[in-house]
């Protein structure tokens, strides 16, 4: 494992934005260890991948919810791959939008054969929703492994980020087969960034296809 911060920081801006694919059986690498993001709409998953690959335009940065409508494939390093997948419980798209959105999401945890490690994304200051739930559910139905990350702490003040973990922590009760670790993070105070870079990095030391 590289050491430090620098060293990570290195082996994470060796990045290449692969394509977005709207059919899992097209999306290619699928001999690396992967991991993907999923999480509700404007949640900041795109500036948390950035923040992670240190940079600022890897993975496509919108202000209108549920602009990412296809998962996206980075890959590192020629080591892992990141995926990118679109956002859910956005209202403003239609009905068979929100199914075929929801129909991706779920074909890919179900069927990636080299996704090891989901991280679901769930914004401190808005709090886990009924959505954030259902995908925890799909998830460890799936029995796939997942970490949270709680995004955008620089908005909340120290007590709400406790609180809220604390909440977070004693609902993965729930989970305790499938749920892995939390991360409290933000991309632009760059809280939680190394631990997560720390996370992925680990994920090829354990995998096998």
Do not use: W
Request: glycine residues 4%.
């Amino acid at each position: 494992m590289p050491n430090g911060n620098r060293s990570l920081n290195l082996f994470f801006s060796k990045n290449n934005f692969l394509g977005s694919f709207n059919d899992i059986y097209k999306i290619p690498n699928a001999d690396l260890p992967e991991c993907c993001f999923v999480g509700r709409s404007n949640v900041g998953k795109s500036s948390i991948i950035n923040a992670i690959t240190k940079t600022k335009k890897l993975a496509k940065i919108s202000k209108t919810p549920g602009r990412t409508q296809s998962a996206n494939l980075f890959e590192i390093n020629k080591t892992v791959n990141i995926v990118d997948l679109p956002g859910y419980g956005y209202a403003r798209v239609s009905k068979n939008t929100r199914e075929q959105l929801s129909n991706l999401i779920e074909s890919y945890i179900s069927n990636r054969d080299n996704l090891i490690k989901i991280f679901i994304l769930i914004d401190c200051k808005v709090g886990i929703k009924n959505s954030d739930i259902d995908i925890f559910d799909f998830v460890a139905s799936s029995n796939k492994n997942f970490s949270i990350v709680l995004t955008k702490i620089d908005k909340c003040s120290t007590d709400f980020i406790k609180k809220q973990m604390g909440s977070i922590v004693t609902l993965m009760k729930n989970y305790k087969k499938n749920f892995m670790d939390i991360f409290a993070s933000s991309s632009k105070k760059n809280n939680g960034i190394l631990d997560i870079q720390k996370d992925i990095f680990n994920l090829s030391k354990h995998y096998e296809i």
